[in-house]
């Protein structure tokens, strides 16, 4: 089927950065969209930016200006970008899809497992 593995989180300290990355693999026909959610231990989990394929960006206003998503189409990779990490940035961040598989021509989300960020001094 379809797999998301994200990567490149770990600790920081305030005010450093990080490069998250998601690989999607699989039955991929084609993306319609990939983003990036976060879950803060207490928190609802909410959704930090997206990109289309075209290239098209969206950010939640908390990380609007220090966080840059991108991506290889080509790679079907999702990069996230952060920079002047704040501890309430920590959390667990989630990969997503939004996809046509090759076996439906229905759009379905998928997952990643997720990738720790810690941001502690």
């Known amino acids: 089927q379809v797999h998301l593995v994200e990567s490149g989180g770990g600790l920081v300290q305030p005010g450093g950065s990080l490069r998250l990355s998601c690989a999607a693999s699989?039955?991929?026909?084609?993306?319609?969209?990939m983003g990036w959610y976060r879950q803060a231990p207490g928190k609802e989990r909410e959704l930090v930016a997206t990109l289309t394929p075209l290239g098209y960006t969206t950010y939640t206003d908390s990380v609007e200006g220090r966080f840059t998503i991108s991506g290889d189409n080509a790679k079907n990779t999702v990069y996230l970008g952060m920079s002047s990490l704040k501890p309430e940035d920590a959390g667990i961040y989630f990969c997503n899809a939004r996809l046509w598989s090759s076996a439906t021509t229905k759009l379905t989300a998928y997952w990643g497992q997720g990738t720790q960020v810690t941001v502690s001094s």
């Open positions: 699989g039955s991929i026909f084609r993306i319609n969209a």
